[in-house]
């Protein structure tokens, strides 16, 4: 369960301040993997990093029954002057897991060789999007955020991130942002749309799809 009790979030663009997130109140149900759905610049990107904490609202909260992971993908969860291994090493003792354990994966998955022990601003965008997924892929938790992630890398790397995220799927649920609606249909069985600050809710993933197609059209 997800909770969010009168949430809003704005930002100051050119001098005039812009809603996001306009005084949200909505539960998500405990055990469905959703589709975040909504035009580019509705607040998609933003309303994952508050679930996450990694952003602080205007007002309100934001109440969950369960772990949830950081924006998958959003390198700013990372310090760019540390090293890759120095920011999984940080994130063990953050979360209370294996730092060997949590190390080893990471390396091997993010398949990032030398960079692995390099300040993460040396990173493209792309290494930084594997060593986040890795890190995030390597702890179990309750809610995966994931933004488009799986679109990383060549089609080896891209194979071996959804078998790993489908294994994490079969006990864990995930919100998750994707311009595809055939990978969105592959991982979510519900649906919420987000537009002009507020968020509906669909138990049906076809009927969140249908409006949100229709709003793009």
């Known amino acids: 369960m997800i909770r969010f009790e009168n949430l809003t979030k704005s930002f100051m663009m050119r001098g005039e301040r812009r809603v996001v997130i306009d005084d949200l109140n909505l539960t998500l149900p405990t055990g469905k993997s959703l589709a975040l759905l909504g035009r580019n610049g509705a607040g998609k990107s933003t309303l994952l990093r508050l679930i ?3 952003m602080r609202p205007d007002s309100g909260r934001i109440v969950s029954d369960g772990t949830i992971s ?10 760019k002057d540390l090293t890759g291994a120095q920011n999984v090493r940080f994130i063990a003792r953050i979360y209370g897991v294996d730092t060997d ?3 080893a994966f990471v390396e091997d998955f993010s398949e990032l060789g030398k960079f692995f022990h390099m300040p993460v601003r040396s990173y493209s965008s792309g290494m930084r999007s594997r060593l986040t997924f890795g890190a995030s892929m390597g702890i179990r938790f ?4 994931v933004d488009e ?9 891209r194979r071996k991130s959804r078998a790993v995220f489908v294994d994490r799927m079969r006990h864990s649920s995930a919100i998750m942002v994707n311009h595809s609606m055939n990978q969105l249909r592959a991982f979510c069985n519900a649906g919420i749309v987000l537009e002009h600050g507020r968020m509906q809710y669909f138990d049906d993933l076809e009927e969140a799809i249908a409006l949100h197609e229709e709003m793009m059209a």
């Open 52 to 54: 996450s904490g990694t």
């Open 101 to 103: 354990a949590l190390l």
């Open 142 to 145: 309750d809610t995966y955020l």
């Open 149 to 157: 992630v799986t679109a990383v890398g060549d089609a080896v790397f």
């Open 70 to 79: 950081w924006p998958v993908g959003f390198g700013g969860s990372f310090h």
